[in-house]
């Protein structure tokens, strides 16, 4: 999901490292400090989530996690993958620093999105449509991701649809497994520790 | 408590040490005599699609030309001037690979460039009476050969990160966290003073 160096046009590179500013300092603004030591093992999730690979039958995935990070951070997701992507570049040589604005836009804004589309859902009183909208957001938010790693590919001058089809039919079994991770995530964080999802305890027992 | 610590940094570990590799693209050019052979893939050990395009071109962005890339990811360029080769491939999706071969790679044969290689090799080769360029080029082949492996190895040795890379990741978002709660901490007792 990381796009590298050297493939995107300028003026989207600006655009990319405008957005993530602007998006981590809603995020900066927003973040309550008391969960500052959440905000960073969920990066830390994220930094190594990225690096194991998954073998599944033919090819393998790594997961993404956006969905569960955007879920549990809201807008405080900006700087937690922020930091998370930069340190990426710099051991792993995943994406660069070019393009961090870029990447770290096109991850981090899915899963604010998904922490206003599903953050309801995983707060209903049963866990069943909790681990369903759980579910709905980790895979939602690769579907987003891989519309926006389009989208700015498209921009950068190549065709959308093939751009879109194929990161699209590339990341469907990380679709898959990030929903299942999701949804089981939910479900035991509701169970286990609810405050670290930031939900009410009394409206998940009551 | 123990226990299950222990079964799960079993867990992590395994995991880790489970062909945990990159989704980098990686590729690298050499120099076989005046032929230039090259290989682009990813890091997870899939290679290019077949056919991919390749183009080649100057150091001052003048296009040589364009190969393709066989089902191996495989391609060969064959130089006709000593000078800087630029390779650039674009593998879709934001996978791009750029590299680049130095004109000293190439022989001196090539038109182009000056030699570099000093009077010594000249000189030593000069008391070997015979065809010199086709010993000269047997043996850049015979010594490619033998590099090959050792390059291959090296270039995915560069792309793997170690255990320490990543705990030094972790290490440091601890650490940011760190000093952001510290200094949440200052910002709180000078308000309450």
Known sequence: MHIVDGALAVPVL?????????????????????????????????????YIHLPIGFSSVHLILNGLIGLALGWAAFPALLVALFLQAVFFGFGGFLVLGVNAVNIALPAVLIYYLCR??????????????GAVGGAGSIVLTTIMVAFSLMLSGEAFLLAAKATFVAHIPVMVVEGFVTAAAVLLIRKVKPAFLGLDEEKVYG | MVKSLQAL??????????????????????????????????????????????????????????VLTDADGLFSFEASQRIEHHF?????????????????????SLPGGPVSSGPVAQSEVAA??????????????????????????????????SLQDMIGGIGYIFGLCGIGIWWRQRQQSKAER
């Open chain 1, 14 to 50: 600006a655009a990319g490292a405008a957005l993530t500013v602007a998006g981590v300092a809603i995020g900066l603004k927003k973040m309550d400090y008391d969960h500052l030591p959440q905000v960073g093992v969920l990066s830390a999730a994220f930094f190594i989530a990225s």
């Open chain 1, 120 to 133: 309801p859902g995983i707060q209903a009183s049963s866990p069943k449509l909790a681990a369903f909208w």
């Open chain 2, 9 to 66: 940094l079993l867990a992590i570990f395994t995991l880790l040490s489970l062909g945990a590799a990159a989704h980098n693209v990686v590729g690298g050019v050499y120099a076989i005599g005046s032929t230039i052979e090259g290989e682009v893939g990813f890091s997870n050990g899939d290679m290019a699609a077949e056919g991919t395009q390749i183009i080649v071109s100057d150091s001052r962005g003048n296009e040589l030309g364009r």
């Open chain 2, 128 to 161: 070997f009476n015979g065809d010199q360029a086709a010993l000269q080029a047997m043996i850049e082949k015979a010594v490619a050969k033998q590099v090959k492996p050792l390059r291959k190895e090296l270039a995915a040795y560069k792309e793997k990160a």
């Open chain 2, 88 to 108: 650039y491939a674009d593998l879709s999706s934001g996978h791009v690979l750029q590299v680049n071969l130095p004109a000293d790679e190439l022989p001196d």
